[in-house]
Every structure is written in structure tokens, then in C-alpha cells.
């Protein structure tokens, strides 16, 4: 059973315009959530954390939302650019499970068109 | 390069061979963790270090699999008697410590033929 869905697999957005990726998850005991970017060959690159403490938290052109209630967070990049293009997992963790082992989701593929 | 580091970056055996895959954290950094990753999914908990000592597995790492961690350092993979279904990249990430995000390693892509 997937904990952490992004029920979207491929999004395309135009150069200087916002991405919206959204992810949902069903473990009401995670309480830690990553967005990482992944280009082909290469790792996943830590982009932004939200705590569940917070509702928003801001880096540059990332903005990363957290709806506890909910259960959906969505990542915001303004302005898009063709660099980021990529695959963007949403992760959660339960700090209460000892590991902090982080739970992905499926993925999103942006992709941003000059 | 101060990053994670994984070795080989692919790999390519015969079924029933073993393998061993490497993996070295970046340096001061506690925490070591194995994943897994196939086509279309993200990527999966296998087992995770604490330093030297293992202390969690998934119910992915079957039997066949064994992870060291000597001394606290790097890491080693072995998968045994590969199968088919051990094609995936796997992928190696430390953190400090438990409240700090997780830098993953560019992986090592197995193929078993």
C-alpha cells in the first residue's frame, strides 16, 4: 500500500510560469517531508524540508506547502526553468520509527518547455 | 568532492553470481542508508546504519542480502546468488544524524542477465 502518492506522473509548464507538484500520503504518524530532485543517472538531490510543525517554508523559488489535515503537501517553483526539469520525489519520514528511514513517492517528471 | 560516493556506478552479472557494491558517506556523517530503486517507483528502505551497527532491515532485504558498515565507515552491499528481480539501481545516502536530511549517492545500477 503506497504511504506517499503522487498521483501525477508527468507535468509540463512553460518557461517563467509556476509548477505545482503535489503529493499526498495516508501515515498520520509521518511528520517530516523532503522534495528531492532527480536527474537520469545521478542521485536524488535534496531540494526542501517542511516540519509538520509549520504549514510553508520558503528557499529561493521553492516553496514547499504542508496541509496536515489534509494529508497533501504540494511544491511550488516560481519562475520555472528549463534546468528544472527533472523527476521530483515527495518523502516522507516518522521520526518515531528510529530508522528515519524516509518513505518515497512514485515520482513526478517536470517538465519545463522554453 | 565531498559528497556521497558509490562503487561501481553499474553493474552487470550473470544470474546465481554474487555481488558487492560500495559506498562511502560523507565523512563526520553517523547515519548510512540503503535503498532501492526500480523503473517507475521511488526509491525503497532496505537497511540503515547507526555507525558500525546495523540496526534496522526491511522485509525487501531477503536472506541473500548482507550490509556491513566496518569501523563506521563505508559500506558494503553484497547480494547472493543474484536473481532477475535484484535488477535495480541501488542507491546509498547518509545524513549527520537522525534530524538532518538524508545526501544521496549517484547509485549502482545492477542488471543480472
Known amino acids: 500500500d503506497q504511504q506517499v502518492k503522487q498521483n501525477s506522473p508527468s507535468l509540463s509548464v512553460q518557461e517563467g510560469r509556476i509548477s505545482i507538484l503535489n503529493c499526498d500520503y495516508t501515515?498520520?504518524?509521518?511528520?517530516?517531508f523532503l522534495w528531492y530532485k532527480k536527474y537520469p543517472a545521478e542521485g536524488p538531490t535534496f531540494l526542501i524540508s517542511?516540519?509538520?510543525?509549520?504549514d510553508k517554508n520558503e528557499d529561493g523559488r521553492f516553496t514547499v506547502f504542508l496541509n496536515k489535515s489534509a494529508k497533501h503537501l504540494s511544491l511550488h517553483i516560481v519562475p520555472s526553468q528549463p534546468g528544472d526539469s527533472a523527476v521530483y520525489f515527495c518523502?516522507?519520514?516518522?521520526?518515531?520509527?528510529?530508522?528515519?528511514?524516509?518513505?518515497f513517492g512514485k515520482g513526478t517528471k517536470l517538465s519545463v518547455i522554453p | 568532492d565531498t559528497g556521497v560516493s558509490q562503487n561501481p556506478r553499474h553493474k552487470i552479472t550473470k544470474r546465481g553470481q554474487n555481488v558487492t557494491f560500495r559506498c562511502d558517506p560523507i565523512?563526520?556523517?553517523?547515519?548510512l542508508y540503503w535503498y532501492r530503486q526500480t523503473l517507475g517507483q521511488g526509491p525503497e528502505f532496505l537497511t540503515y546504519?547507526?555507525?558500525?551497527?546495523?540496526?534496522?532491515k526491511s522485509r525487501l532485504l531477503s536472506d541473500r542480502f548482507s550490509a556491513e558498515r566496518p569501523k563506521g565507515s563505508f559500506s558494503t552491499l553484497e547480494i547472493q546468488r543474484t536473481e532477475q528481480g535484484d535488477s535495480a539501481m541501488y542507491l546509498c545516502?547518509?545524513?549527520?544524524?537522525?534530524?538532518?536530511?538524508?545526501?544521496f549517492g549517484p547509485g549502482t545500477r545492477l542488471t543480472v542477465t
Open positions: 546504519f547507526q555507525n558500525e551497527a546495523q540496526l534496522e
Open positions: 565523512s563526520e556523517h553517523n547515519r
Open positions: 517542511i516540519s509538520s510543525i509549520k
Open positions: 545516502a547518509s545524513s549527520l544524524d537522525r534530524n538532518y536530511e538524508q545526501y
Open positions: 501515515n498520520s504518524m509521518f511528520d517530516y
Open positions: 518523502a516522507a519520514r516518522d521520526s518515531g520509527a528510529g530508522s528515519y528511514q524516509l518513505t
